[in-house]
Antibody
Framework: EVRLVESGGDLVHPGGSLRLSCVASGLTFSRYNMDWVRQAPGKGLEWVSYISRSSNTIYYADSVKGRFTISRDNTKNSLFLQMNSLSAEDTAIYYC?????????????WGQGSPVTVSS | DIRMTQSPSSLYASVGDRVTITCRASQDISNDLAWFQQRPGKAPKSLIYAASTLQTGAPSKFSGNGSETDFTLTISSLQPDDFGTYYCQQYYTFPRTFGQGTKVEI
């Protein structure tokens, strides 16, 4: 069974930083492209970032470009999201998502989410 | 960016009803369209990808149709555990974009 477990979410002041982690199990992590998707309280889903399995290709949503950095460590089955210059608009649950191996872009398995609150 | 528009935004239905949700893309996305179900307080679950391919483990009461710009998700016989919010999402290009969601209330 595939498991994705996020951690690192917290209450942070505006302008602050936070690093989210996601540990994967039940799969060969290095074979899969990964994404972060977030959901603000009471709102819909917003795609945040993508990283290819070898970290060669990375994309960001315009709303986080220049402030967030996605990375991975395939030796530790881990995905990361470094978030800097946080604002209230970044308050959300952040989900780690595995893509379909055979059909790139298809978001298959989701973690339980890590809540991030940006408030003074 | 490709804009995804779902309709309706919410609906009420009865147990046993056949329910259809529509998703429209602002440009041709071929069949690079997925559907997700999200129950309150839970992570989204994948239902459909490639517009009409049922995700492994998803119940067969869910079906998808469409191509290019117009897509539908149909629930053949609504059950109490089908309440929640349904989202479409395009993966034709970056940035990936989601519809605003359709809340299904029983």
């Amino acid at each position: 069974e595939v498991r994705l477990v996020e951690s690192g979410g917290d209450l942070v002041h505006p302008g602050g930083s936070l690093r989210l982690s996601c540990v994967a199990s039940g799969l060969t992590f290095s074979r899969y492209n990964m994404d972060w998707v977030r959901q603000a309280p009471g709102k819909g889903l917003e795609w945040v970032s993508y990283i290819s399995r070898s970290s060669n290709t990375i994309y960001y949503a315009d709303s986080v470009k220049g402030r967030f950095t996605i990375s991975r460590d395939n030796t530790k089955n881990s995905l990361f999201l470094q978030m800097n210059s946080l604002s209230a608009e970044d308050t959300a649950i952040y989900y780690c998502v595995r893509e379909n191996l055979a059909v790139p872009g298809v978001l298959m398995d989701w973690g339980q989410g890590s809540p991030v609150t940006v408030s003074s | 960016d490709i804009r995804m528009t779902q309709s309706p935004s919410s609906l009420y239905a009865s147990v046993g009803d056949r329910v259809t949700i529509t998703c429209r893309a602002s440009q041709d996305i071929s069949n690079d369209l997925a559907w997700f179900q999200q129950r309150p307080g839970k992570a989204p679950k994948s239902l459909i990808y490639a517009a009409s391919t049922l995700q492994t483990g998803a119940p067969s009461k869910f079906s998808g149709n469409g191509s290019e710009t117009d897509f539908t998700l149909t629930i053949s016989s609504l059950q109490p555990d089908d309440f929640g919010t349904y989202y479409c999402q395009q993966y034709y290009t970056f940035p990936r974009t989601f519809g605003q969601g359709t809340k299904v209330e029983i």
